[in-house]
Protein backbone atom coordinates (compact mmCIF):
# COMPACT_ATOMS: atom_id res chain seq x y z
CA UNK A 1 0.00 0.00 0.00
CA UNK A 2 1.13 3.40 -0.91
CA UNK A 3 2.75 5.45 2.08
CA UNK A 4 0.58 8.38 0.83
CA UNK A 5 -2.68 6.08 1.12
CA UNK A 6 -1.60 5.14 4.57
CA UNK A 7 -1.57 8.41 5.89
CA UNK A 8 -4.57 9.87 4.48
CA UNK A 9 -6.44 6.61 5.74
CA UNK A 10 -4.49 7.49 8.99
CA UNK A 11 -5.72 10.90 9.38
CA UNK A 12 -8.97 9.91 8.18
CA UNK A 13 -9.27 7.24 11.43
CA UNK A 14 -8.15 10.40 13.67
CA UNK A 15 -11.14 12.66 12.42
CA UNK A 16 -13.68 10.29 12.49
CA UNK A 17 -12.87 9.32 16.03
CA UNK A 18 -12.71 12.79 16.94
CA UNK A 19 -16.57 13.13 15.67
CA UNK A 20 -17.23 10.22 17.63
CA UNK A 21 -16.11 11.52 21.17
CA UNK A 22 -18.10 14.61 20.10
CA UNK A 23 -21.26 13.16 19.19
CA UNK A 24 -21.10 10.99 22.29
CA UNK A 25 -20.59 13.89 24.39
CA UNK A 26 -23.68 15.42 22.47
CA UNK A 27 -25.63 12.57 22.79
CA UNK A 28 -25.12 12.42 27.26
CA UNK A 29 -26.20 15.85 27.19
CA UNK A 30 -29.06 15.15 24.74
CA UNK A 31 -30.20 12.49 27.24
CA UNK A 32 -29.72 14.76 30.56
CA UNK A 33 -31.74 17.41 29.01
CA UNK A 34 -34.69 15.13 27.79
CA UNK A 35 -34.74 13.32 31.49
CA UNK A 36 -34.44 16.43 33.44
CA UNK A 37 -37.09 18.07 30.99
CA UNK A 38 -39.26 15.05 31.70
CA UNK A 39 -39.09 14.58 35.20
CA UNK A 40 -39.74 18.72 35.94
CA UNK A 41 -43.08 18.23 33.97
CA UNK A 42 -44.13 14.70 35.89
CA UNK A 43 -44.81 16.62 39.19
CA UNK A 44 -42.16 13.82 40.92
CA UNK A 45 -40.02 14.95 44.07
CA UNK A 46 -37.50 13.75 42.40
CA UNK A 47 -37.35 16.30 39.04
CA UNK A 48 -36.27 19.32 41.66
CA UNK A 49 -33.03 17.30 41.95
CA UNK A 50 -31.82 16.77 38.47
CA UNK A 51 -31.16 20.34 36.77
CA UNK A 52 -30.88 20.43 33.14
CA UNK A 53 -27.28 21.03 31.41
CA UNK A 54 -28.39 24.96 30.57
CA UNK A 55 -29.25 25.44 34.49
CA UNK A 56 -25.94 23.88 35.43
CA UNK A 57 -24.05 26.00 33.00
CA UNK A 58 -25.74 28.47 34.31
CA UNK A 59 -25.04 28.27 37.55
CA UNK A 60 -21.52 27.69 36.78
CA UNK A 61 -20.73 31.03 34.97
CA UNK A 62 -22.03 32.53 38.22
CA UNK A 63 -19.23 30.14 40.73
CA UNK A 64 -16.37 31.10 38.15
CA UNK A 65 -16.66 34.61 38.86
CA UNK A 66 -16.64 34.16 42.82
CA UNK A 67 -12.95 34.04 44.39
CA UNK A 68 -13.77 31.06 46.31
CA UNK A 69 -13.77 28.88 43.53
CA UNK A 70 -10.41 29.94 41.59
CA UNK A 71 -9.22 29.48 45.68
CA UNK A 72 -10.80 25.98 46.06
CA UNK A 73 -9.40 25.04 43.13
CA UNK A 74 -5.87 26.40 43.34
CA UNK A 75 -6.18 24.49 47.26
CA UNK A 76 -7.45 21.32 46.14
CA UNK A 77 -4.86 21.08 43.46
CA UNK A 78 -2.20 21.87 45.81
CA UNK A 79 -2.94 19.22 47.84
CA UNK A 80 -3.26 16.57 45.37
CA UNK A 81 0.08 17.68 43.90
CA UNK A 82 2.02 17.47 47.81
CA UNK A 83 0.57 14.46 48.23
CA UNK A 84 0.78 12.94 45.12
CA UNK A 85 5.00 13.77 45.53
CA UNK A 86 5.54 12.44 48.27
CA UNK A 87 3.45 9.19 47.54
CA UNK A 88 5.71 8.72 44.46
CA UNK A 89 8.99 9.42 46.44
CA UNK A 90 7.81 7.24 48.64
CA UNK A 91 6.22 4.22 46.70
CA UNK A 92 9.35 3.87 44.10
CA UNK A 93 12.01 3.92 47.57
CA UNK A 94 10.07 1.49 49.18
CA UNK A 95 8.53 -0.69 45.83
CA UNK A 96 12.17 -0.99 44.59
CA UNK A 97 13.52 -1.84 48.03
CA UNK A 98 10.88 -4.74 48.60
CA UNK A 99 11.49 -5.84 45.75
CA UNK A 100 15.22 -5.79 45.72
CA UNK A 101 15.69 -7.46 48.99
CA UNK A 102 13.34 -10.24 49.66
CA UNK A 103 13.60 -10.40 53.24
CA UNK A 104 12.50 -7.01 53.43
CA UNK A 105 9.60 -7.70 51.61
CA UNK A 106 8.87 -11.12 53.43
CA UNK A 107 9.14 -8.24 56.57
CA UNK A 108 6.89 -5.39 55.00
CA UNK A 109 4.26 -7.44 52.98
CA UNK A 110 2.07 -8.37 55.66
CA UNK A 111 1.73 -4.64 56.53
CA UNK A 112 1.32 -3.34 52.98
CA UNK A 113 -1.20 -5.53 52.30
CA UNK A 114 -3.28 -4.50 55.27
CA UNK A 115 -2.62 -0.46 54.60
CA UNK A 116 -3.50 -1.41 51.25
CA UNK A 117 -6.96 -2.35 52.08
CA UNK A 118 -7.74 -0.09 54.88
CA UNK A 119 -10.52 2.26 53.59
CA UNK A 120 -9.10 5.89 53.13
CA UNK A 121 -12.66 7.13 54.48
CA UNK A 122 -11.84 5.12 57.90
CA UNK A 123 -8.50 7.20 58.09
CA UNK A 124 -10.34 10.82 58.61
CA UNK A 125 -11.11 10.56 61.86
CA UNK A 126 -8.13 9.41 62.81
CA UNK A 127 -6.11 11.52 60.81
CA UNK A 128 -8.53 15.02 62.65
CA UNK A 129 -7.35 13.29 65.93
CA UNK A 130 -3.73 12.88 65.08
CA UNK A 131 -2.70 16.36 62.96
CA UNK A 132 -5.83 18.38 63.54
CA UNK A 133 -8.11 19.81 60.41
CA UNK A 134 -5.46 21.69 58.66
CA UNK A 135 -3.56 20.97 55.01
CA UNK A 136 -1.65 18.34 56.87
CA UNK A 137 -3.93 16.02 57.59
CA UNK A 138 -5.64 16.80 54.25
CA UNK A 139 -2.51 15.90 52.75
CA UNK A 140 -1.56 12.75 54.77
CA UNK A 141 -5.15 11.12 53.64
CA UNK A 142 -4.47 11.68 50.04
CA UNK A 143 -0.66 10.49 50.86
CA UNK A 144 -2.19 7.27 52.84
CA UNK A 145 -4.82 6.61 50.14
CA UNK A 146 -2.18 6.18 47.29
CA UNK A 147 1.09 5.35 48.43
CA UNK A 148 0.53 1.93 49.10
CA UNK A 149 -0.92 0.85 45.51
CA UNK A 150 2.41 2.55 44.32
CA UNK A 151 4.30 0.40 46.32
CA UNK A 152 2.72 -2.59 45.04
CA UNK A 153 3.06 -1.71 41.56
CA UNK A 154 6.61 -0.77 41.55
CA UNK A 155 7.38 -4.22 42.95
CA UNK A 156 5.25 -5.80 40.56
CA UNK A 157 6.82 -3.99 38.10
CA UNK A 158 10.67 -4.99 39.02
CA UNK A 159 9.73 -8.56 39.76
CA UNK A 160 8.48 -9.13 36.23
CA UNK A 161 11.75 -7.60 35.07
CA UNK A 162 13.80 -10.13 32.85
CA UNK A 163 16.42 -12.23 34.85
CA UNK A 164 18.57 -12.63 31.48
CA UNK A 165 18.96 -8.91 31.86
CA UNK A 166 20.25 -9.06 35.15
CA UNK A 167 22.57 -12.33 35.02
CA UNK A 168 23.84 -10.36 31.80
CA UNK A 169 24.64 -7.54 33.56
CA UNK A 170 25.97 -9.66 36.58
CA UNK A 171 28.24 -11.31 34.03
CA UNK A 172 29.91 -7.91 32.72
CA UNK A 173 30.76 -7.59 36.20
CA UNK A 174 28.36 -4.71 37.50
CA UNK A 175 27.77 -4.61 40.73
CA UNK A 176 24.17 -4.96 42.76
CA UNK A 177 23.78 -0.83 43.20
CA UNK A 178 24.81 -0.87 39.52
CA UNK A 179 22.20 -2.88 37.77
CA UNK A 180 19.87 -1.49 39.85
CA UNK A 181 20.82 1.90 38.72
CA UNK A 182 21.56 1.16 35.51
CA UNK A 183 19.73 -2.14 34.62
CA UNK A 184 16.27 -2.23 35.97
CA UNK A 185 15.74 1.27 36.97
CA UNK A 186 16.06 2.36 32.58
CA UNK A 187 13.95 -0.88 31.99
CA UNK A 188 10.97 -0.30 34.31
CA UNK A 189 10.88 3.66 34.52
CA UNK A 190 8.00 3.41 31.98
CA UNK A 191 6.34 1.17 33.94
CA UNK A 192 7.06 4.20 37.12
CA UNK A 193 5.97 6.41 34.74
CA UNK A 194 2.47 4.54 34.04
CA UNK A 195 2.42 4.04 37.85
CA UNK A 196 2.30 7.49 38.26
CA UNK A 197 -0.37 7.92 35.72
CA UNK A 198 -2.50 5.62 38.10
CA UNK A 199 -1.34 7.29 41.42
CA UNK A 200 -2.71 10.88 40.58
CA UNK A 201 -5.91 9.65 39.29
CA UNK A 202 -5.93 7.63 42.64
CA UNK A 203 -5.21 10.72 44.67
CA UNK A 204 -7.52 13.07 42.90
CA UNK A 205 -10.19 10.33 43.68
CA UNK A 206 -9.57 11.26 47.12
CA UNK A 207 -9.68 14.48 47.34
CA UNK A 208 -13.33 14.59 48.68
CA UNK A 209 -12.66 12.47 51.04
CA UNK A 210 -10.11 14.38 52.67
CA UNK A 211 -11.88 17.67 51.97
CA UNK A 212 -15.29 16.29 52.96
CA UNK A 213 -15.00 16.42 56.84
CA UNK A 214 -13.90 19.56 58.68
CA UNK A 215 -12.67 21.81 55.43
CA UNK A 216 -12.72 25.41 54.98
CA UNK A 217 -11.77 25.72 51.83
CA UNK A 218 -11.02 23.25 48.39
CA UNK A 219 -13.85 21.67 45.99
CA UNK A 220 -14.39 19.37 49.19
CA UNK A 221 -16.10 22.52 50.95
CA UNK A 222 -18.04 23.75 48.04
CA UNK A 223 -19.49 20.74 47.55
CA UNK A 224 -20.50 20.33 50.75
CA UNK A 225 -21.44 23.90 51.26
CA UNK A 226 -23.67 23.42 48.03
CA UNK A 227 -25.39 20.58 49.24
CA UNK A 228 -26.09 22.17 52.66
CA UNK A 229 -28.61 24.70 50.71
CA UNK A 230 -29.59 22.39 48.18
CA UNK A 231 -28.17 23.97 45.12
CA UNK A 232 -27.95 21.18 42.80
CA UNK A 233 -26.78 23.25 39.88
CA UNK A 234 -23.90 23.96 41.67
CA UNK A 235 -23.16 20.34 42.72
CA UNK A 236 -23.37 19.32 39.03
CA UNK A 237 -21.16 22.24 38.38
CA UNK A 238 -18.39 21.24 41.16
CA UNK A 239 -18.68 17.30 40.25
CA UNK A 240 -18.06 18.12 36.09
CA UNK A 241 -15.21 20.30 37.09
CA UNK A 242 -13.50 18.07 39.35
CA UNK A 243 -14.13 14.97 36.29
CA UNK A 244 -12.40 17.63 33.87
CA UNK A 245 -9.52 18.44 35.97
CA UNK A 246 -8.66 15.02 36.52
CA UNK A 247 -8.82 14.32 32.89
CA UNK A 248 -6.33 16.89 32.43
CA UNK A 249 -4.06 15.07 34.51
CA UNK A 250 -4.72 12.04 32.92
CA UNK A 251 -4.30 13.94 29.21
CA UNK A 252 -1.03 15.53 30.60
CA UNK A 253 0.59 12.24 31.46
CA UNK A 254 -0.39 10.59 27.78
CA UNK A 255 0.80 13.43 25.78
CA UNK A 256 4.32 13.60 27.65
CA UNK A 257 4.55 9.79 27.55
CA UNK A 258 5.17 10.15 24.01
CA UNK A 259 7.77 12.30 24.38
CA UNK A 260 9.31 10.83 26.95
CA UNK A 261 9.26 7.60 26.04
CA UNK A 262 9.36 7.65 22.31
CA UNK A 263 10.63 4.33 21.79
CA UNK A 264 7.66 2.42 23.80
Keep these: MPLATTDTAGIFNMYMRRLLQFLGLALVLIVWNAVSGILAHSQLPIGRFLPSPIAVAQAGLKLLVTTDFWTSIITSNARVLTAFSLA ?72 RFPLTHVDSARSLGLRPVQILTRVILPGVAPEIFDTARVAVGLTWSYV ?9 SGMGFLLMRAERFLQMEQMFFITIVLALLGLVYDSAFVFSRRFIFPWV
Design 88 to 159: MIVGVFLGLLTAWRPNIRALLQPALVLARYTPVAALVPLSIVFFGVNDLQKVIVLFIGTVFYVIVLIQDAVL
Design 208 to 216: LVAEIVAAQ
